[in-house]
C-alpha cells in the first residue's frame, strides 16, 4: 500500500513538473503551417511586427463573443496602431467546411487585421487554446507577455492597458 502511494504521488509530481514545463516552454511563437486569405502556407514562426508588439487572435465565424471581441478592438485599431505601432492578426479556427465563409466575412466587417486560416487546428494546439476567443500580446521580440481567453465587454481596454504597458517600457 505504501508503495502505491508512493508512486501515485511521485506521478502526480511528475505531471504538474510536465505542465509547468510546457507552459514555460511557450513563450515564443510555435511553428504550425496555416493559409492566409490568398490560400497561400505560411509558417506561423516568421509572424513579427518589425521590433512593434502584435496581438494574435484565435476566432471563428460562429463565435459570438470572438465577433464582439474583434469588433470592439477594430472600432480603436487606427488609434491603437497610431500610438503603439502594434499589428493585430486574426487566426481562424473554422474547419474546411465553413473556412471559406472567412474571407467575406472579415471583408463585411472592415477589419484591416492581417487575416489566417487554421482550417486544421495545428497552431492552435501549438498556442495550447482550449476555445475561441483567446488573445496574445507579443513583444516586440515576439515573447508572449499577456493572453486572455473569452470575452466581456471591456475586455479591449485591459489589452490595451497591457499594449501601452509593453510600449512605455520599451522607450
Given at each position: 500500500m505504501k508503495v502505491c502511494l508512493n508512486l501515485f504521488f511521485a506521478m502526480i509530481i511528475l505531471c504538474f513538473s510536465f505542465n509547468a514545463a510546457s507552459s514555460q516552454d511557450l513563450k515564443a511563437i510555435p511553428s504550425a503551417s496555416i493559409?492566409?486569405?490568398?490560400?497561400?502556407?505560411?509558417?506561423?514562426?516568421?509572424?513579427?511586427?518589425?521590433?512593434?508588439?502584435?496581438i494574435i487572435s484565435f476566432w471563428a465565424t460562429w463565435c459570438k463573443p470572438c465577433?464582439?471581441?474583434?469588433?470592439?478592438?477594430?472600432?480603436?485599431?487606427?488609434?491603437?496602431?497610431?500610438e503603439t505601432g502594434v499589428k493585430v492578426i486574426v487566426i481562424?479556427?473554422?474547419?474546411?467546411?465553413?473556412?471559406?465563409?472567412?474571407?467575406?466575412?472579415?471583408?463585411?466587417?472592415?477589419?484591416?487585421?492581417?487575416?489566417?486560416?487554421?482550417?486544421?487546428?495545428?497552431?492552435?494546439?501549438?498556442?495550447?487554446?482550449?476555445?475561441?476567443?483567446?488573445?496574445?500580446?507579443?513583444?516586440?521580440?515576439?515573447?508572449?507577455?499577456?493572453?486572455?481567453?473569452?470575452?466581456?465587454?471591456?475586455?479591449e481596454e485591459e489589452l490595451y492597458k497591457q499594449l501601452k504597458k509593453i510600449v512605455d517600457e520599451n522607450e
Open positions: 493559409k492566409n486569405m490568398k490560400n497561400e502556407t505560411i509558417d506561423t514562426k516568421d509572424f513579427t511586427n518589425e521590433g512593434k508588439p502584435f465577433i464582439m471581441e474583434l469588433n470592439a478592438i477594430s472600432e480603436v485599431y487606427e488609434d491603437w496602431l497610431e481562424s479556427v473554422d474547419d474546411s467546411r465553413s473556412s471559406k465563409k472567412v474571407a467575406p466575412f472579415v471583408k463585411s466587417r472592415n477589419w484591416k487585421y492581417e487575416s489566417y486560416l487554421d482550417e486544421n487546428s495545428d497552431f492552435k494546439r501549438a498556442m495550447n487554446v482550449n476555445n475561441p476567443p483567446h488573445t496574445f500580446l507579443f513583444s516586440g521580440n515576439g515573447e508572449i507577455v499577456w493572453q486572455h481567453n473569452g470575452y466581456a465587454p471591456g475586455d
